[in-house]
């Protein structure tokens, strides 16, 4: 079974700072493209980053303005998000997802996790 497992989400204050993490087992995923998405209630499912399988080729929407850092673990199996300098409209459910190529179109990833809710608060 396929499964990708999201952590770190959480209540923050503004102006602080969390670090996301995508766990992915029951197949291999180091040869997978990985991106962040994000959904706030009421809007789309928007793109805040992507990675590919080797790390080298590396994506951000232009809200995070340097903001946030994807990166992937030395097993390649891991993916995070460090969200630093955190916003109020920043608040949405965060998901990682998984797909044979760097994109931005949520459509064009195969697998997806279940989200993880990051709410950022005055």
């Known amino acids: 079974q396929v499964q990708l497992v999201e952590s770190g989400g959480g209540l923050v204050q503004a102006g602080g700072s969390l670090r996301l993490s995508c766990a992915a087992s029951?197949?291999?995923?180091?040869?997978?493209?990985m991106g962040w998405f994000r959904q706030a209630p009421g809007k789309e499912r928007e793109i805040v980053a992507a990675?590919?399988?080797?790390?080298?080729?590396?994506y951000y929407a232009d809200f995070p303005n340097v903001r946030f850092t994807i990166s992937r673990g030395n097993d390649k199996n891991t993916v995070h998000l460090q969200m630093n300098s955190l916003k109020l409209e920043d608040t949405a459910v965060y998901y990682c997802a998984a797909g044979p190529k760097v994109t931005f179109y949520p459509s064009l990833y195969n697998y997806w996790g279940q989200g993880t809710q990051v709410t950022v608060s005055s």
């Open positions: 029951g197949r291999t995923f180091s040869t997978y493209d």
């Open positions: 990675i590919s399988w080797s790390g080298d080729n590396i």
